[in-house]
């Protein structure tokens, strides 16, 4: 009998990793340390916990990141359809409502009959001949799990900080002020908007530039992700800088018809929408300067609130010398690493590492590997930048079109993101004919099939 694989870390990667294996009739254990032992950034105990945005980015399926997300729920994926289920209105993007969310990703696993769900940290790795492991424990791995990986590897990790934005509820906003749009109408009235002149953006800018901030510790350098930077962070490269990032003002204008200098939007949490994130806005104020700071903002005077904008240190492994196409680890093949511990950066990459993961052990006949997924498509993208790239430079990088294999053609601009479409649709579906005979693992869970809802060539704006 085939022992059941070890997956160990309850996230987004864990959970989409056990979830394609027991729906498809391979038995695993799932280890979560939570509640039992949390982190400095979980709040609960409920598994696929969204710690920093609660956006799984654009759902454009021209974007890189609806490919993903169409590639995902062409194998059914737990993550997507437990995401469209309790989605709340974000423009073209997926958002979701965090407890919803949550719940829905922990009760699919707990209703799972061949997943053993065990709340306990597991604090050694598996021996070698006790068969297939997955550690898919994220950015914020325990100490005594870092230390038995860095032993194996014979390496130190890379690391960077990433951060988090804060959330206000939405009655403490002044709705007279702030007003209701989406860039160039993209969704309607999803997000808030605080609309600020030059004056008032200059005055904010300075404001940032003067706040106190944690310090890091002496030993640590600060090396932020580049697409999580804290506004501070940006403040600092100059005084425009955020009205070309997080503040742009592009897209949107005022009911009065007037274009801001720039805009803080601010993207509900909730289905109900009593809470707001603020957009972008990830900070390592210390708590009392954000509350000072940032009821500046026109509309924020009296906000309340619920979170404020926090920075943890992150870690993942230079996976370009340690990890193969099949996400196994060099020094020992039976074990396997997803998530963001192997340099993909967000939720959605999370995933689809673990669903990955998952479809080439169900896929692996003794010692022999399957073929890999395609390069030219968003899945084997993403394998092949963590194998490919140079190793002296690897950073975290969220999916995008310049990871997947060039088209080889001439190619319009305007038609150059259906083209990869396209011909990612192909490949994929021409891997899976061959690979894997077509499940609806998700639909058994979540109603209506994900991938019958959303088609590769559908928009959500």
């Known amino acids: 009998m085939t022992a059941p694989v070890v997956v160990v870390g309850g996230g987004l990667a864990g959970s989409e990793c056990a979830f394609q294996l027991a729906s498809r009739g391979r038995a695993v254990t799932l280890y979560e340390m939570r509640p039992q032992r949390s982190t400095p950034a979980h709040a609960g105990g409920d598994l696929a916990e ?40 974000a423009g073209s993007a997926l958002a979701v409502d965090r407890a919803g969310f949550a719940a829905a990703v922990t009760a699919a696993i707990e209703a799972q009959p061949l997943i053993e769900l065990r709340r306990e940290e597991l604090t050694a790795l598996p021996a070698p001949d006790e068969g297939d492991c997955v550690i898919a424990t994220g950015p914020l791995t325990s100490e005594a799990l870092t230390r038995e990986l860095e032993q194996l590897i014979g390496a130190d990790h890379l690391y960077f900080y990433d951060a988090i934005a804060p959330i206000v509820t939405g009655d403490s906003l002044n709705n007279e002020v702030l007003f209701r749009a989406s860039r160039y109408g993209k969704g309607g009235d999803d997000y808030l908007n605080c609309p600020l002149d030059e004056l008032e953006y200059r005055s904010f800018h300075r404001r940032l530039l003067e706040a106190d901030t944690i310090e890091l510790r002496e030993f640590e350098r600060p090396l932020f992700f580049e697409g999580c930077l804290p506004i501070e962070e940006l403040a600092r490269r100059g005084e425009d800088t955020l009205r070309f990032g997080p503040m742009k003002p592009v897209g949107l204008t005022t009911p009065e018809g007037d274009r801001p200098h720039a805009v ?69 093949p039976n074990l396997r690493l997803a998530g963001q511990m192997t340099g993909v950066e967000g939720y959605l990459e999370s995933a689809a590492t673990g669903l990955a993961v ?15 997924l395609p390069d030219t498509t968003a899945l084997g993208a993403l394998a092949r930048h963590l194998t490919e790239s140079n190793p002296k430079r690897y950073q975290p990088t969220n999916i ?30 021409d891997w899976a004919a061959k690979e894997l ?11 209506e099939s994900s991938s019958a809802r959303t088609g590769w060539a559908e928009t959500r704006s």
């Not at 992150?314 to 060099?330: C, E, K, Q, S, V």
């Open 437 to 447: 005979a077509p499940q609806n693992a998700a639909q058994q869970v979540c109603g």
């Open 358 to 372: 998952a479809l080439y052990l169900l896929l692996q006949k003794r010692e022999q590997p399957p073929p890999p």
């Open 400 to 429: 995008n079109y310049g990871l997947l294999e060039p088209l080889g053609r001439r190619v319009p601009r305007r038609d150059r993101r259906a083209a990869y479409v396209a011909r990612a649709r192909q490949a994929l579906e």
């Open 264 to 332: 803080v939007q601010l993207r509900q949490e909730d289905l109900a929408r009593s809470q707001y994130n603020l957009v972008g806005f990830q900070s390592r104020m210390t708590w009392p300067e954000q509350r000072r700071v940032l009821r500046t903002l026109p509309g924020l005077e009296a906000a309340r609130f619920v979170r404020y904008g926090q920075v943890h240190r992150n870690t993942f492994i230079n996976a370009p010398l340690h990890l193969d196409r099949w996400y196994r680890i060099g020094a020992r």
């Open 50 to 89: 969204l710690v920093c945005s609660n956006s799984l980015r654009s759902d454009d399926p021209h974007h890189a990141a609806g490919l993903l997300k169409r590639e995902m729920e062409r194998f059914d994926s737990l993550i997507i359809a437990a995401a469209r289920s309790n989605a709340v209105p």
